[in-house]
């Protein structure tokens, strides 16, 4: 069996059969690479915590994904981009995420790495 291969902020992995076709991007982000910045809560595309970044198939403009409504197994060539590769405390924030800071843009917090992956180019 051919295995499916894509990218994670910069890094090539692949999957085959010991991946379940069930199981979704979002799962397999934080379980098995533990990028938990992706986080999740209706798990059916509904509240947008759990938005990725990728590039499909090397087109030129990457789109924003709901992580919990697409099988790894179906990211062939995917370049996917999560929360911490945009930025964090260690390595410093992207403009998006100190603008929505500084500027009261989160409530809780819990979905804001959804918003500033669904803004993010
Ligand atoms: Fe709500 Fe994915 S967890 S849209």
Redesign the pocket.
């Known amino acids: 069996m051919e295995r499916i291969k894509f990218k994670v902020n910069g890094k090539q992995y692949s999957v085959g059969c010991e991946v379940d076709s069930d199981t979704t991007l979002l799962d397999y982000l934080r379980e098995t690479l533990k990028l938990c910045g992706t986080k999740?809560?209706?798990?059916?595309?509904?509240?947008?915590?759990?938005i990725i970044t990728a590039t499909k198939n090397n087109e030129d403009i990457p789109q924003a994904i709901?992580s919990?409504l697409v099988s790894v197994t179906s990211c062939q060539d995917w370049d996917i981009k999560t929360v911490e590769f945009v930025g964090n405390r260690l390595k410093g924030y992207h403009p998006l995420q100190k603008v929505l800071a500084e500027c009261h843009g989160s409530q809780c917090g819990y979905c804001t790495p959804g918003w500033i992956m669904a803004m993010y180019r």
Do not use: K, S, V, W
Request: net charge negative.
């Open positions: 999740y809560m209706c798990l059916e595309g509904g509240c947008g915590a759990c709901n919990c």
